[in-house]
């Protein structure tokens, strides 16, 4: 992961998902803790919920050497699972509770920003209404909390 961010100058993480269908709220869960812990003019923290698509503008505005897009995803993988992904790939397209794929996204992103692009994923135990995030997605998510913190704290 250091290698993705070497040379940012600024970085825009983006977590996607939906706080009431259990690890589909890994990304906004993920975002919502490195707001509290890391505190760098240089990285913005977006909680896109289930519309990435809804912060294109303010992710141009930004106008990132970096964008982080961090989202539970289908990979078969084992319940918290981490993978990290171009999100023009196929997981980028991947299942999905959101309405535009991220690969989309990403391609009208690249029309106009000069970025590097990626897709933290975990893979969901538990998906459905009212259900909490599994152990084991918490567990990944504050490994994966960690990990960010100390890089981003270094940009």
Do not use: W
Not at 46 to 59: D, F, Q
Not at 68 to 83: C, L, N, Y
């Amino acid at each position: 992961m250091e290698e993705f961010f070497k040379g940012a100058k600024k970085v825009v993480v983006c977590g996607i998902g939906n706080d009431v269908r259990g690890d589909d709220a890994f990304g906004v869960y993920v975002v919502e803790m490195l707001k509290e812990r890391v505190s760098n003019p240089k990285v913005v923290f977006l909680n896109c919920g289930e519309m990435p698509e809804s912060y294109a503008g303010k992710i141009i505005r930004e106008n990132p050497t970096h964008v982080v897009f961090i989202d539970a995803v289908h990979f078969e993988g084992k319940p918290g699972e981490i993978v990290l992904a171009d999100p023009e790939g196929t997981l980028g397209e991947a299942f999905s509770t959101h309405k535009m794929p991220l690969k989309l996204l990403v391609s009208y992103l690249k029309g106009h920003i000069n970025a590097k692009f990626i897709l933290i994923g975990a893979q969901p135990k538990q998906t459905g209404l009212f259900v909490d995030m599994s152990e084991e997605l918490k567990e990944s998510a504050e490994k994966l909390v960690s990990i960010l913190e100390r890089i981003l704290a270094e940009i």
